[in-house]
């Protein structure tokens, strides 16, 4: 986590809770969201997950919603929705990791393709009212004791059927959130855009984290 510290670049205290930390100030369930698809959400996930287990911190962790799922098991447990819950210590032969899967991660889809055209080629549609029910309730319960994350979908703009997108997702939700960018050239600009974006709907941006961009023409040093 020593790593994450040095790249995020607003750090909020949430980032170094302990057991010792008075719970009845710990802040809300937080959004993971980014600048873009494969950027780095995951990642930062589990490495939060692993670090506040390793503290002594209860846990949870949701992905509601996947594209791009291969529905076999030794697919799934490399799955996004199964790499949170290896960070939450569950072994892919435990006994419910499927059912723990499907249940942080109801809407899964195959095709590797933004939610709402990877839902259409399987004749189904995204139920936004749902969704949100779904991310109001798992939240609403033992926050003050659990650190919870919810973990979206590709990049903030990512459309999740005709009408939304992620982030009229994070809004209707009223969750703060952490937005993840790359180092990579042109990092900047997609940056500010989604932040402009989020802070223009009324969505808390607590912190900016900046993943390093493999092969990147641009150093990291450059990017912070």
Known sequence: MQNLELTCLVRPRWLKLSPGTDRSKNLNPYFITGTGTDIGKTWLSCALLKYWRA????TRAYKPVLSGFIDADADAALSDAGALLQAQGFTTDHVNFRTELERISPWRYSAPLSPDMAAALEGRAIDFAELVAYVRRVTSTNWQSENILVEGVGGVMVP????????????????PCVLVTGSYLGSLSHTLTA?????QAG??????VVN????SAVPLSSTM
Not at 203 to 208: E, L
Not at 212 to 215: A, G, K
């Open 55 to 58: 503290n002594g911190v209860a």
């Open 160 to 175: 999740l059927d005709d009408l939304h997108t992620v982030r009229d997702w994070i809004t209707a939700c009223e969750l």
């Open 195 to 199: 932040i402009t974006s989020l802070t």
């Open 212 to 215: 390093e961009s493999v092969l």
């Open 203 to 208: 969505v808390r941006v607590d912190a900016i």
